[in-house]
T-cell receptor, first 111, second 116 residues
Framework: DAKTTQPTSMDCAEGRAANLPCNHSTISGNEYVYWYRQIHSQGPQYIIHGLKNNETNEMASLIITEDRKSSTLILPHATLRDTAVYYCIVNSGGSNYKLTFGKGTLLTVNP | GAVVSQHPSWVICKSGTSVKIECRSLDFQATTMFWYRQFPKQSLMLMATSNEGSKATYEQGVEKDKFLINHASLTLSTLTVTSAHPEDSSFYIC????????????FGQGTRLTVV
């Protein structure tokens, strides 16, 4: 699966949008982009995933560039409870489904 | 969303003993389950992938005889850490998927193992 690059850490003010970038320049045509987050000492939580179209759910929006080499996870109105490590993962799925976690981005939402 | 439950949430054991961790999918049948290990301030490291009724596939560097994985049913997988040592102390996390293809994985809450 393709490798991803994320900033080590980011800060965001409570109530503002948090935009978390991810580079995946070696992504191949059949690989999806997944986002998970992990709050301290808990198991990861699924956020969203997509292939090439932008996706939105009740938690977040995922914007994937046209060339699919990068994506941005958007939390529209960050709260203190959104403070977590956010992981961007590329996965080809099917019989090769396997989520490999990188170092992720520590998002700190400040009051 | 679907629920994956791990038991126990934490365990302390003596060096040389074995510890079993259970991972259950509570409201769906999990075709595939995954076991991860996470050391402090590090990311999750995939240990093995298991499909119901077949042998687990271990990642490179993970000792299959030390970390025994059993996936006897579509809702239960177990990880047994055999002859545990202090260096096995870690946060163990399981996840499960509902089917093939690109689908989200659901994670358990993790098990904190401390070997003394």
């Amino acid at each position: 699966d393709a490798k991803t690059t994320q900033p080590t850490s980011m800060d965001c003010a409570e109530g503002r949008a948090a935009n978390l970038p991810c580079n995946h320049s070696t992504i191949s045509g059949n690989e999806y982009v997944y986002w998970y987050r992990q709050i301290h000492s808990q198991g990861p939580q699924y956020i969203i995933h997509g292939l090439k179209n932008n996706e939105t759910n009740e938690m977040a929006s995922l914007i994937i560039t046209e060339d699919r080499k990068s994506s941005t996870l958007i939390l529209p109105h960050a709260t203190l409870r959104d403070t977590a490590v956010y992981y961007c993962i590329v996965n080809s799925g099917g019989s090769n489904y396997k989520l490999t976690f990188g170092k992720g981005t520590l998002l700190t939402v400040n009051p | 969303g679907a629920v994956v439950s791990q038991h126990p949430s934490w365990v302390i054991c003596k060096s040389g003993t074995s510890v079993k961790i259970e991972c259950r999918s509570l409201d769906f049948q999990a075709t595939t389950m995954f076991w991860y290990r996470q050391f402090p301030k590090q990311s999750l490291m995939l240990m093995a992938t298991s499909n119901e009724g077949s042998k687990a596939t271990y990642e490179q560097g993970v000792e299959k005889d030390k970390f025994l994985i059993n996936h006897a049913s579509l809702t239960l997988s177990t990880l047994t850490v055999t002859s545990a040592h202090p260096e096995d102390s870690s946060f163990y996390i399981c996840s499960a998927t509902r089917g093939q293809g690109n689908t989200e994985a659901f994670f358990g809450q993790g098990t904190r193992l401390t070997v003394v």
